[in-house]
């Protein structure tokens, strides 16, 4: 069970930007960004497969967000830019095991942008966006 510690949210006008960080309790392979908006259900925004360096991001957000990752720190990073009042949400890391050989594969090859795909899950932090 992977320990998750979200940090970087708040409130921002339309436009600035926010550097969301997630630090794991251990070496997590396969990360994920997502947010949850009232009343919506929780969507992926980007992940990544640590051990090979590939990233996805969501269709919503590409151009302006981007996934990152500082392994010496078991830290995932969501750098958010030309943030719009849409992008307000509750904003969730989340790691998943993805260390067998199938799971290295799909990694490499699109990984996983569900919710329900991931078993660890970190506290939330809020960003608002005016």
């Known amino acids: 069970h992977v320990q998750l510690v979200e940090s970087g949210g708040g409130s921002v006008q339309a436009g600035g930007s926010l550097r969301l960080s997630c630090e794991a309790s251990s070496y997590p392979y396969c990360m994920g960004w997502f947010r949850q908006a009232p009343g919506k259900e929780r969507e992926g925004v980007a992940h990544i497969y640590m051990r090979g360096g590939m990233i996805y991001i969501g269709d919503p957000v590409l151009g302006r967000f981007t996934i990152y990752q500082d392994s010496a720190k078991n830290t995932v990073y969501l750098q958010m830019n030309n943030l719009e009042p849409e992008d307000t949400a509750m904003y969730y890391c989340?790691?998943?095991?993805?260390?067998?050989?199938?799971?290295?594969?799909?990694?490499?090859?699109?990984?996983?942008?569900?919710?329900?795909?991931?078993?660890?899950w970190g506290q939330g932090t809020q960003v608002t966006v005016s």
């Open positions: 989340a790691a998943r095991d993805c260390g067998s050989p199938a799971g290295r594969i799909r990694a490499a090859t699109g990984g996983w942008s569900r919710a329900h795909e991931y078993e660890n």
